[in-house]
């Protein structure tokens, strides 16, 4: 069975800039997630998806950061303009039915802020 | 909101050694999850154990919920065990969900 894939797996931009985050579930799971996390910390929920509908995006700091999952499936997420305090490693986890069953993570992607 | 502490922070075992890994909640809660992220930042789900004991090779964990804390057990430690152990809970049914996570447990297993 194939797991979280992400990408991409590094990213260094500069501060203003944008980026964006791809996240591919494992098949048939309905949920998926977004954390970020900082180094020496743990992972901090951003936005939990229900098949495309958002549950919680509590955590989302709206004016720069945006995500959408089309069809279900595949998401996307995205960070504009950038700031420094946003690198972090950006994790992608999905799980097979509602809110928080047994979590399963991708590789993340590094994001680096100059 | 709920509180989770893990204890200790920090832990440096030569290989084969075994260890006790333990996570505290402040409340109840619906289900715990234990993951483990090895150097390379992966995070590997261990054991989904709201309550009992379950095991999993040279891992098991025990959760007892009417205490509120569960343990996680490495036994004859191998330098692949050595990451950061992340505690998750489940607050109860009328919040939001959300994972809430405590700050890990550092590993370190020499050779």
């Known amino acids: 069975e194939a797991g979280v894939a992400q990408s991409p797996r590094y990213k260094i931009i500069e501060k203003r800039q944008s980026v964006a985050f791809w996240c591919n579930p494992i098949?048939?799971?309905?949920?998926l997630y977004w954390y970020q996390q900082i180094l020496g910390q743990g992972p901090k929920l951003l936005i939990q998806f229900q098949n495309n509908g958002v549950v919680d995006d509590s955590q989302l700091p709206k004016d720069r950061f945006s995500a959408e999952r089309l069809k279900g499936v595949d998401s996307t997420l995205k960070i504009q303009p950038a700031k420094l305090e946003d690198s972090a490693v950006y994790l992608c986890a999905s799980s097979q039915r509602t809110t928080n069953e047994k979590l399963f993570f991708g590789s993340g992607t590094q994001l680096s802020v100059l | 909101g709920i509180q989770v502490e893990q204890s200790p922070p920090d832990l440096i075992l030569q290989e084969g050694a075994n260890s006790t890994l333990r996570c505290n909640f402040s409340?109840?809660?619906?289900?715990l999850q234990w993951f483990h992220q090895n150097p390379w930042g992966q995070l590997i789900n261990l054991f989904y154990?709201?309550?009992?004991?379950k095991q999993n090779g040279r891992l098991s964990a025990t959760t007892v919920a009417t205490e509120r804390y569960s343990l996680l057990y490495i036994s004859s430690s191998q330098t692949t065990d050595s990451g950061v152990y992340f505690c998750a809970v489940e607050p109860p049914a009328y919040s939001n969900y959300q994972l809430i996570w405590g700050a890990g447990t550092k590993l370190i297993i020499k050779p």
């Open positions: 409340d109840s809660v619906n289900n």
């Open positions: 154990i709201p309550s009992g004991t």
């Open positions: 098949s048939g799971h309905a949920t």
